[in-house]
């Protein structure tokens, strides 16, 4: 019983009829038509007319719903009211014609079968009911048209029965209509192979866009809580001895932390209003406008830095490409993060622009080396944490390679960038 007049199956019913009052303007245009046709009668006293204008009206409706907002409408009202399952539907506009074809054939059923059990909801209860009380009214026994379907009287057991028949036909009919469109729905209102590929490209989209947010978090925040970190313990052990490098020290930690609270803000900015928050974000940190600062507040923190740039070919730092400046200031930045937490001796930095002894093209070297052997307190080496796979994935987005791990008697980060241009 519940599937005939449970919750869901009245949903359905409710949709058949939604279904069948979206045909009504197919239908009156077709009515009309029709009736020119056939000489200026008036359909809607001829039933096979009638049946005429309703056959035409479908390829009509058909023709109109291979627009594309056609299927997001029809699959918010399957979702609100037939009961099938959201992941079998398809979101969005339907882009390609493959899509296009399925949703106007589920529009035409929906309209058509929904024109068929709206006529019956409308004209067939009536009839139920006047079958059903005639036995026991002598008025509507004796009145002309109660029963002229049937030519004249009819028993009293027959009228009972047709009674019944008829109100349990349109109950069976509305409910195996609703149940077929529910089973269509997926078919032809379910995504397809591009529907399915643009919803991988997306959430894979989505998914790069989390891991960049991640990477900036991580390189931002790692070093900064291990630069800070260091600054502190070394001024700590230097307080009554040294106040000159104590001041210097809270001056770095005091830069570190406005630096950093600037670039978290930017990337919470990123995540709260998207691209909305790019005009207002701080800039990225580069090479050219950043990298002395990164080493002063490095050095500050009492760990002995020597660092080689050369600029080679492009003549200044300025003068890199964007974002191979951005991703470079990063990497070196994991470097350093990585040697004041694992380090246990003096870190010698080089940043150069080269030819490439595979390519011939111009390539960003950064090579970062110090003592492998971690100070006592401080965490092991290794080659597979964060920070390092987030450099490696730095270097990958621009075609380059990141190597990290023992190398002779040193541990050794070397990133190796190409720059557009072509060869030297």
Known sequence: MNRLFGARARLR?????????LLMPYLLLTQVVVGMAAGGVNTLSSFPLTLVAYAAALPLAAATAVFGLVRPLSVFAVRAMCGVPGEGLADGLARSWAARWRA?????LH???????????????PMGVVLLVQPFSSTLRESEGA????????????????GVGVL?????????????????????????AADRLAAAEERAADLAVRNRLARELHDAVGHALSAVTLQ?????????????????????????????????????????????ARQDAAPAPTLAADLDGLLARTRASGTPLTARQDPGPVGDWGRLPAIASREAYRIVQEGLSNALRHGAGPVELRIRVHAGTETGHRELEITMTNPPAAPEGREPRTTGG????????????LGGRVEAGPHEDRWRLRAVLPLAGGPR
Not at 147 to 162: A, K, M, Q, T, Y
Not at 386 to 393: W, Y
């Open 13 to 21: 019913w409710v949709h058949l009829i939604l279904g069948g009052a």
């Open 232 to 276: 502190a313990s070394a001024a700590r052990r230097v307080l009554e001895r040294d106040p000159d490098f104590v001041r210097e020290a809270l001056a770095a930690i005091e830069d570190t932390t406005r630096r950093t609270v600037g670039e978290l803000d930017a990337v919470l900015g990123l995540l709260r209003d998207g691209d909305a």
């Open 386 to 397: 964060r920070g390092l796979r987030g450099a490696a994935e730095r270097a990958a987005l």
């Open 168 to 192: 349990a036909g349109v109950v069976l009919c509305a409910a195996g209509a609703g149940a077929l469109l529910a089973r269509l729905a997926p078919v032809l209102l379910g995504p397809t």
């Open 111 to 125: 309209l058509g079968l929904g024109a068929v059990v709206s006529a019956m909801s409308l004209a067939l209860p």
């Open 147 to 162: 029963v002229f379907w049937f030519g004249g009287g009819v028993d009293r057991h027959v009228s009972l029965l047709l």
């Open 104 to 108: 106007s054939v589920w529009w035409t």
